[in-house]
C-alpha cells in the first residue's frame, strides 16, 4: 500500500527554520490535493496548509507569512518550508494527499520541536 513518508523534522530554537519534505513511497494516480496537518501535545489535529494540483494554496492564519508549501514535481515531492517559528509550532506534522478517486492517504508524522 502505498503511504507518504514525511522527513525533516527535529528541534529548533525559536526564529530559526525547517523545512519538511513529503514524498509518497509508490505511484498515486492523479492527486488533486496535499496539505500538511499538525497536532500538538493534549490538542486536536489542525490544518496548517493546502495545495491543489493547480497550484492554488492556503494557510492557517497562525502561519500566514511564516510558513510556505512548494511542490518539485520532478522530485513528486511536496515540502513545507517553516520560517521564523515559535514554540507554537511545536507539534507532530502530517503529510495528507487526496487523489481524484477519493482515495486519501497519510504520512506517519514528523516531530517539530521549538525550544531554546
Known amino acids: 500500500q502505498v503511504q507518504l513518508v514525511e522527513s525533516g523534522g527535529g528541534l529548533v530554537q525559536p526564529g530559526g527554520s525547517l523545512r519538511l519534505s513529503c514524498a509518497p513511497s509508490g505511484s498515486i494516480t492523479s492527486i488533486h490535493l496535499m496539505a500538511w496537518y499538525r497536532q500538538a501535545p493534549g490538542k486536536q489535529r489542525e490544518q496548517v496548509s493546502t495545495?491543489?494540483?493547480?497550484?492554488?494554496?492556503t494557510y492557517a492564519d497562525s502561519v500566514k507569512g511564516r510558513f510556505t508549501i512548494p511542490i518539485d514535481e520532478a522530485k513528486n515531492t511536496m515540502y513545507l518550508q517553516m520560517n521564523n517559528l515559535n514554540a507554537d509550532d511545536t507539534a507532530v506534522y502530517y503529510c495528507h494527499a487526496v487523489a481524484l478517486n477519493a482515495l486519501a492517504y497519510w504520512g506517519q508524522g514528523t516531530q517539530v520541536t521549538v525550544s531554546s
Open positions: 495545495i491543489t494540483k493547480d497550484g492554488m494554496t
